[in-house]
């Protein structure tokens, strides 16, 4: 029997998530200017619930059938929506570029990589280990070169750091303890785990003062229509269609696909050393992505 064209959106689909991924970093900064960062992330969270709820209720997924899973569910939920989004975040506010942001989160699968072979005993392989030298070479070249346009803050580049080993752990528990859920289920629990974290948050730590205009709202729309639902949507329907490992062999390119839109969204200039530095870190992650089945969870911006 002849095997069934792929439709077009499938085709499409690698490309769309890796453009609304990577601009995202960009678009995440440009809100932070506008509120503060867990302010920011309590009202994306927020409306994705409210986005969300009415579509369980009409879909009637199935949901987590033991305590354990809502847990695992739940877990995973906090680690990416809370531990990565507020650190990053919080990076941005404190001056970090989106780029300098999207370089080092994105060394992920690499990270992912290495560790994920301690669970079974396997030796990490020479590969392995070239794909991590080059990629922190990279990520530490792109940063440096920078700094003769504006320097990065220290405190920042920390918290990127933290955000990278959250999206790290988020993923690795979701490969060890999760199983197979219907998608809006999961959302639900782990964007409400995020809002029932960062509004209270919010409320307690910052003014939660927010300076509205149509930026903002136009940033908003994107973090939850473009991020949140598209991206996520199409990454899921990758995954269920056997796309995933497309994702992964293209992924490298975020790092210099977010300095691209940074560019003319944000003013933020990349010197040609720091594009030989993209070059370096996204060969790093080619190397790692193209050994790794399954693909890693994208960091999400």
Known sequence: MTASPRPLWLILAPAIFLILWSAGFAIAKIGVEHAQPITLLAWRYGLVVALLAPVALFVRPAWPATPRAWVDIAITGFLIQV?????????????VSAGGVAIIVC????LVAL?????????????????????LSGAALTIWSRSAIAAENAFGLVLVVGALFGITAGTLWEKRFGIRQHPVAVN??????GAAVTIPLALLTEDTTVSWDMELVAVLAYLVIGNSLV??????????????SRVSSLFYLVPPLSALFAW????????????????LAAG?????SRRAKPAPVPARP
């Open 107 to 110: 060394l992920q699968p690499i």
């Open 83 to 95: 531990v990565y989004f507020v650190l990053c975040y919080i990076a941005f506010k404190s001056g």
């Open 284 to 288: 790093g992650v080619a190397l790692v």
């Open 188 to 193: 639900m629990i782990q964007y409400g785990v």
């Open 264 to 279: 003319p969204l944000l003013g933020e200039a990349m010197p040609p050393l720091g594009w030989v530095g993209m070059a």
């Open 115 to 135: 560790i994920a072979p301690r669970f079974v005993g396997e030796r990490v392989s020479l590969a392995g280990w070239i794909g991590l030298g080059l990629g």
């Open 231 to 244: 991206a996520i949507g199409l990454l899921l329907a990758m995954i269920r269609h056997g796309e995933v």
